[in-house]
Nanobody, 116 residues
Framework: VQLQASGGGSVQAGGSLRLSCAASEGSLRLGVMGWYRQAPGKQRELVAGILRGGRTKYAESVKGRFTISRDPAKSTVYLQMNNVEPEDTGVYYC???????????WGQGTLVTVSS
């Protein structure tokens, strides 16, 4: 079972994108719902997450620019990316972390390309 991320594309530095991930409330209750990024030649990293209590956490590199949110009515988790930078380029994935491990198989992700 995979969670499907969508909404990627090409954008110029300083622009915005919103990514979406179809995730049920059941998925959110499992653990930390997160958006991950894999930049070219780098390991996948967590960029934003929602904890079960609703608190959010962000990688230092995206704080103040990215916002993770959820819409229970649509069973969707979003990643709003503002003021993007070329360093934000990569494939973005969504998944749930349970006890330090990814609960779902990794999907194809959605590619974000930021040009300067």
């Amino acid at each position: 079972v995979q969670l499907q991320a969508s909404g990627g594309g090409s954008v110029q530095a300083g622009g915005s994108l919103r990514l979406s991930c179809a995730a049920s409330e059941g998925s959110l209750r499992l653990g930390v719902m997160g958006w991950y990024r894999q930049a070219p030649g780098k390991q996948r990293e967590l960029v934003a997450g929602i904890l079960r209590g609703g608190r959010t956490k962000y990688a230092e590199s995206v704080k103040g620019r990215f916002t993770i949110s959820r819409d229970p009515a649509k069973s969707t988790v979003y990643l709003q990316m503002n003021n993007v930078e070329p360093e934000d380029t990569g494939v973005y994935y969504c998944n749930v972390e349970v006890d330090g491990r990814s609960f779902y198989e990794w999907g194809q992700g959605t590619l974000v390309t930021v040009s300067s």
